[in-house]
């Protein structure tokens, strides 16, 4: 079985920073693409951010310059680092696996909240 789990949300300021992690077990990390998604109230989920087995990245153009993805495979561990936050990121933060070829969410995380105040 694969699971994701994430941490690192919580409540800041417009400008300020956090770092979600998602920890991912029960399969072999190395091998899927890994993503980012995040889900505001009334509104669809969007990629927020997308890194692949050899660490290329994508990033939506909201959050370009803002945000990094990053993975350590040896600590089996997908990390997003958000600074310069607006109250528009404010949002549930989902961890996902990716088929590569696809494209196609594998798996979703449980999910772990961003509030961003201005």
């Known amino acids: 079985q694969v699971e994701l789990v994430e941490s690192g949300g919580g409540s800041v300021q417009a400008g300020g920073s956090l770092r979600l992690s998602c920890t991912a077990s029960g399969y072999i990390y190395s091998a899927y693409c890994m993503g980012w998604f995040r889900q505001a109230p009334e509104k669809g989920r969007e990629r927020v951010a997308r890194i692949d087995t050899v660490g290329g990245t994508r990033y939506a153009d909201s959050v370009k310059g803002r945000f990094t993805i990053s993975r350590d495979n040896a600590k089996n561990t997908l990390l997003l680092q958000m600074s310069s936050l607006k109250p528009e990121d404010t949002a549930m933060y989902y961890c996902?696996?990716?088929?590569?070829?696809?494209?196609?969410?594998?798996?979703w995380g449980q999910g772990t909240q961003v509030t961003v105040s201005s």
């Open positions: 996902a696996t990716i088929w590569c070829v696809s494209d196609n969410v594998h798996k």
